[in-house]
């Protein structure tokens, strides 16, 4: 099988309900670090690995995303006849060619697999990525990228994968893995959300996902797995159960979880430290409000 991957999909279709009320009516990829948007991170991700063609995986409610990445002409016209032309850059970096993006519904939110099993049809019969913008990286290489190198290599399925402590694993799927290679590891199973205690291992899948159109094809024989939903995991472990190649990708990088609140602020703090024109009053608010909890103890 040809190994270029130019798609990927963005399964966007959740609820959210971790940050209602916000969530009401602004969707969770809109919620900026910073000043970008989780989405944008994960489109600039997506670009840098070389992908071309971005599917969204959409649900009611979610306007907000497709008005952010259509042109803004009334906005640049303004920046531009006032001379703004660092933040003219940066707005025209958001903007995608047209028919480079497609959105499609998920018309009920039936869990991930079901929403990366919509964009069959325009996947095609090539590997694609999928990306959950929930999950941020940062790291000199972006992680995509990292995975569509080492899959040039592999072939097969890949996910990415990082270590969790015992008690976590539960909120995770989890690979059973074969090998304890440093980067690549082969799995020989994969649970979604194992009960405590159960986990085959402390290696969580996170959000990145090299797949063949194989496994958009093993939903035909998924149910209702973890949960009550239809799960990404359980297509993809059924690579391995029909003797097909599924590897981990052992990232580097730092994920920051911001489908959860906690997360998504110690996000926010790390990026705004990463910036030169926000670091030194981030750092002298946090040092002040560090001395001050402690003289209060
Ligand atoms: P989550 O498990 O984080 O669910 O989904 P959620 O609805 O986004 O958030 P909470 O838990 O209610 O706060 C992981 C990823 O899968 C997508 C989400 O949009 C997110 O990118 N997803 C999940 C779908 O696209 N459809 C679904 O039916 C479920």
Redesign the pocket.
Known sequence: MNRKVSKAI??????????LPA?KSVP??IMTLVDRPLIQYAIDEARAAGIEDFIF?T?RGKSALEDYFDLAPDLEASLEASGKTELLEILRNTNMDSGTIAYLR?H?????G??VSCARKLIGDEPFAVI???DVIAGEKPCLQQMVEAYQETGGAMVATMEVSPAQTSSYGVLDVADQSPRIVTARGMVEKPAAGTAPSNLAVI?RYILTPQVLANFDNIGRGAGG?IQLTDAIAEEIQSGRDVFGYRFEGERYDC?SKAGFLQATVAFALARDDLRDELDAFLTDLHVAKQAAQ
Do not use: I, N, W
């Not at 963005?10 to 940050?19: D, E, K, L, N, Y």
């Not at 009920?108 to 991930?112: D, E, I, P, S, Y």
């Open positions: 963005f399964p966007v279709a959740g609820m959210g309900t971790r940050f969530t969770k990829e995986v649900s998920q009920k939110a039936l869990g991930l079901h929403a959950l913008p929930d959000g939903e489908g």
